[in-house]
Structure formats: C-alpha cells, structure tokens
C-alpha cells in the first residue's frame, strides 16, 4: 500500500470515520468520469481517476450481512455497484454529498482477494466517489448506536407542526440515518420528514448539524450536535413563520408518486408527509396519464387538514406533457398516445371537471419533441407553429425539477407568447417525484385566495385566479406588484393619467438573499436595481419606480432574484437538460403580468393586435411604418416585422 494511501487510512480514522477493524478498501475520494470531457465547469481542468472503477481488496469470506458505504457526489446517472460480478444496487442518483449504503449478502466476500467494481453509465457525468469503506456489522448496526429524539413544535403556538430535518456531518454530508415511528416519518438519507414535528433517529456516534424546516414561509433553525456509543439526546427545536402570505395559498400543481407514476422512490403514503412537511396547501396530483386521489391516503396518514388535494393528471405525450385539473372522480384518462394538439388539447379540456391546462416545463425533450423548441416556436416574435390549438391556462417558467441553464429563458418564451396575444399565466411547480432528490414545493406559486383554513379551499376561487392570473411564481423569493396603489397582479391598470407609480415588494425568509430586481414591460427591461439584503426575514425590500405612461398598452412583470441556497436542507438543483457547462443557482420570485390600458379604451391590446392595427392602417409601407414605429416599444416593432416579412427599415 502506498504512504498516501496509508495517510488517507490515519485520517480517517482519526476523524471517526473508520474504526480500527474495518476494511478501507479506497481512503480517497476520486473523480469518476471520461478523460477528456467534463459535464460542469467545475470539472473542466481535474484529472479523472478513472472511467469505470476497479477496486481489488482482501476479505475473508463471511455468513453474515455485512456493509458496504461509499461517499458520493454529483451523481446524476446510473452508477451501479457490483461485488465480485455480483450487482449490489447503484450509487443514489442525487448531486448532493451523502453516503450510499449497501447491503452485502452472505458469501458475496470470498476468502483472499475480492473485486469491487463501480461501472460507469453510457451518458457523461462526472462525479465524486470514494472514501470506500466495509464494514463487518449489517446495515442495520452501522446505521445506529446512537439515538435522537427530535421534537419540533410551532414558535408561536407550542402545536405539532409538521416539517423537514435535514442531518449532515459537519462537512455538509447527508447523513445515513433510520427514524421511527414508522407511519408518522418517512426517511432518507440524511432526511426525515415527519406528521407531527417528533421522531427518533437512528445514527452512527458522531457531530452532526440538524435543520429544522418547514418550506419557503417558515425560518430553518439549525443546531449542531456530539453523538457517543449509546447516547440519546433529546432535542426541542421551534420554528417561526417569517414570510407573510395572508390572501396567498401556497400551490404545487405538479407532484408524482412511486406508487401511480412508476418511477421516483416517494410512495403515496410518503408523499403526503412530505406534501404536510413543506406548507404546501393545495396539492395537485399529477402522476403520468393516472389520475390520483390523495384525499384517503392523507386522511389515513393524518395530514388531512395540513392541506386540500386536488385530482389531476399529467396528460404525458410524445409532443408534451400537459397538467390537467381538477379532474372529476371516475373520470376516464385522456387518450395520451395522440400527438395532435388540436384534437390532444380539446380532449384534455372536455375530461370532466377540468378547469386548468398547463404546459409543462417546455423547453425539455422528451421524445425527440421540444413543445417551444425548434421549427415549433419562434422565441422573437411568439408565433408558435401550433398557435390556434394552444388553448392553454398556464406555462411553468419555474419547474425546479427540470432548471434551465437560463433562468430567464422561460420568461423570455412567456414574454413572447404574450406579446403575440396569448394569454397564459405563469406558474412554478416541483415535478418532484421523490422524497428528497427533487424537494416537493421548491418551486411552487402563490394563488390569490382565501387561506385561512387550508383544509378547506375554495377551489372556485382558485380557478378563478388562475385564469385571471392572480397567481406568483416563486423559487425562494415571492415577488408582489401594485401600479398607482390600486391595480394588482392580474388586473388591468387603467386611468394612468401622466404616469405610473410601480410598487415592488420582494419578500423571503432569512435562510434565502435577494440581490436583483427587474421590471420587464412587453418583456423588454425598463428598471432594474441592485439589492442589498443581509438576511431579512420576511420583506427583504420595497422599491417603487416612477415610470412614464407608456404609448400603447404594454403587460408588466417584476422578477427578483438572489444567490441560490447551497446547504442540503434546501439546495437549488442543477439544469435539468443544461445548454452550459457553468451553474450558478439563483432562488427567484415573480409576478404575473398587470395588464396596462394606456390608451383608456377599456381592453388590453398585445403587441400583435397593435401591430396588425398599424398594418391594417399603414400597409407595407416601410417610411409610414418606420414614422408610426418610433412611438412603439421595439415588441410592437417585431410583430410589425412577423406580419410584414420585413422590417420598417427595409
């Protein structure tokens, strides 16, 4: 054995991570990946250990369980795990830092030399592997001998208060844990989610940081903790409400389940602790082509009236996925193999009940078809290729899922659908379709509604603002707006006289910063301010702008951003599909659009409709276009160019 590796071993062990009797089979941590290639920025000018990993150890064979735990990061493939040709499972598919564990069955070892083997998947991923350890004990003692008794109860009331606890070692590594009781917790790796703010966590002796938390309304309270062979600690922690969202229900429009979707690992007895465990107050299911009733499995669960849970379907095609709800009980599915858009979109909308159609995260591909990429979508001028059957309520612009590379870029497509007189709301959602992988409710939207029994919504009201646009997409942030003190989201601001008075609030909890804010009027950027914010909770700023009566009518949406959430109790996830190899994570809180009637003619006018207008005054004639175009923003200008075939210039 090599003096590196020797040293590797003594620092392990002298941090506590290995005792003396077991086995290290690789004491360093490695990058896995292909030579000459690289994923992320971050991996560009680091050498790859390996491509598929082969470790040789000495064992002796064994008649019991033993335990196998590797440290892994930034796993996003398929990485599976073999012991001598033997397949024991896959490294967690998760980019956050956490320990795998697996299980070795009886006489999987052999007596002498042994062969453990970490094949590569046939996509590129880089990632991290290694410290590799096995230990002689089954999974069941390793993952213990020391307990925690956790209880988290509301700051202001004292009451049970359903919440996520997030374990790491002190380095930010998840933690491999077990937690009781079964049926009031759902677990792993280094998260317990719970019905009532009590559990009883299982771990190895240790430091560890514990975090407490509730989702985006609620502070985080963090508590660092020493762990000996045979303690149990008790542990009381309070959360405190910090963001103010009286007359906004908080709304995750698009969650799956194991059990009725087929993939993820959250079953549906698990999702409803974790729908409870981050203030989600309406919870829309939304599992492939299936239509899912939570409401018996939430009642049996005891989270009944944490929230009100809505039918609905992810009508998933090979051209686009597509949410539709509330879907009325025994309602037949929607025929999903059909990939026409004309007949997909009537059928989806003719299923009883149905009040709301999104797109969902649109700039994906699934199936060779991107529904706003490519020969379907002109992201300058709007004009989609399917434009007379896309008979849509709403668009993700936020799917924390599925991140664009682009943060803006979604906005940019909405921006643009808008211009060409579309009208679509915007909306944030999750598409988690796992306990902690992808954090239900990271992305979520604000609705306009009455909150003060969440149990018990009024669904006609929340249909009615989202298709009146009440609605605030949030990731971290939530964002509100109010032109001259009275026209909110979703309204038409009217009566301008000489000007406009832009009100912003930018809003969040401690655990999350705001350094930018934006003003985009037909998607063109008018304002725009640093931020400074240390850490507020609740109202982190309030900015008006004074903003001269626009020529024509224009749509207004405010969009604040800040760094994004790093720590595992909240960490943003990277690009789904990335278009670049650097990531850097922002939180974001938006509006929906105020609609501005700057010409009082008692309806608002897209940049189409006022182009087209122009052209059915002027004709083609460029000088007559290019004189009356100077009085219009440049969005007027492009849809002038889309039906012209030619700009004014020419």
């Not at 009100?308 to 037949?332: C, L, M, Q, R, S």
């Not at 060779?368 to 399917?386: D, E, I, M, S």
Request: hydrophobic share 40%.
């Amino acid at each position: 054995m090599s003096q590196g590796r020797v040293a590797a071993i003594v620092v392990l062990m002298a941090l506590g991570i290995v005792s003396a009797d077991e086995i290290v089979i690789e004491p360093r941590t490695l990058h896995l990946g292909r030579p000459g290639q690289f994923e992320w920025e971050a991996f560009k000018d680091r050498k790859v250990d390996a491509e598929r990993l082969e470790l040789r150890f000495e064992a002796k064979t064994s008649a019991t369980e033993q335990t196998l735990r590797i440290w892994q990061r930034d796993v996003k493939l398929a990485w599976p795990v073999l012991l001598n040709g033997r397949r024991l499972g896959t490294l967690t598919t998760a980019e956050t830092p956490q320990e795998a564990v697996f299980t070795v069955p009886p006489a999987a070892l052999k007596a002498g030399e042994n062969v453990l083997t970490i094949q590569a998947p046939s996509g590129l991923d880089d990632i991290e592997a290694g410290p590799v350890i096995l230990d002689s004990r089954p999974p069941g003692e390793v993952v213990g001998g020391a307990l925690l008794q956790v209880t988290v109860t509301d700051a202001d009331g004292d009451g049970a208060l359903p919440c996520r606890i997030t374990l790491t070692r002190k380095d930010g590594t998840l933690q491999p844990l077990r937690a009781e009781p079964a049926g009031e917790v759902v677990a792993r790796t280094g998260v317990v989610y719970t019905r009532d703010g009590r559990a009883s966590i299982h771990v190895p002796p240790g430091d560890y940081v514990l975090h407490a938390g509730r989702g985006f309304e609620w502070g985080v309270t963090r508590t660092e903790l020493s762990l000996r062979s045979g303690d149990v600690k008790e542990t009381r922690l309070k959360l405190t409400r910090e963001v103010d969202t009286r007359g906004w229900i908080a709304a995750d429009s698009h969650i799956h389940t194991l059990t009725h979707s087929g993939h993820g690992d959250a079953k549906i007895e698990e999702r409803m602790l974790t729908i409870a465990g981050e203030g989600i107050e309406l919870a829309i299911s939304t599992d492939h082509n299936h239509h899912t009733d939570y409401a018996p499995v939430a009642a049996s669960m005891g989270v009944a009236e944490r929230f009100t849970p809505v039918i609905g379907n992810e009508v998933t095609t090979k051209h686009g996925h597509f949410n539709a709800f509330p879907v009325g009980a025994g309602a037949k599915v929607v025929d999903f193999n059909e990939q026409d858009w004309a007949k997909l979109i009537p059928a989806i909308r003719a299923t009883p009940g149905v009040q709301v159609i999104t797109l969902n995260h649109p700039r994906d591909l699934h199936s060779g078809f991107v529904p706003l990429g490519g020969v379907q979508f002109n992201p300058a001028t709007g004009k989609h290729r399917q434009a007379d059957a896309l008979k849509i309520d709403a668009m993700e612009v936020v799917t924390s899922a599925a991140m664009q590379s682009d943060i803006h870029l979604l906005f940019r497509d909405w921006f643009a659908l808008l211009n060409r007189g579309h009208r679509i709301t915007a909306v944030a959602s999750s598409d988690s379709h796992d306990v902690n992988r992808f954090i239900l409710g990271q992305g979520r939207t604000y609705v306009a509604a009455k909150d003060q029994n969440p149990a018990q919504l009024d669904l006609d009201e929340v249909w009615r603002s989202y298709h009146e646009g009440r609605l605030l997409v949030s990731l971290g942030l939530l964002t509100t707006m109010k032109v001259n003190g009275r026209s909110g989201v979703g309204d038409t601001a009217y009566g301008l006289g000489n000007g406009m008075e832009v009100e912003i609030t930018v809003s969040g909890p401690s655990w999350v910063k705001t350094d930018r804010l934006e003003l985009f009027a037909n998607g063109i950027l008018i304002r725009e301010q640093a931020l400074a914010d240390p850490g507020r909770a609740g109202e982190k700023a309030r900015v008006m702008w004074k903003v001269p009566k626009p020529a024509h009518d224009i749509h207004l949406v405010a969009i604040a951003t800040g760094p994004g959430v790093t720590e595992a109790f909240w960490e943003i996830p990277r690009p789904y599909q990335p278009s670049s190899k650097l990531f850097t994570p922002r939180v974001i809180g938006a509006t929906n659009p105020i609609w501005v009637d700057a010409d009082d003619n008692g309806r608002f006018d897209s940049a189409f409709a006022i182009a087209q207008a122009l052209v059915g005054r002027l004709g083609h004639d460029p000088a007559r276009l290019r004189a009356a175009l100077a009085a219009h923003d440049s969005a007027v200008g492009v849809q002038v160019e889309s039906i012209t075939g030619k700009g004014p210039q020419e």
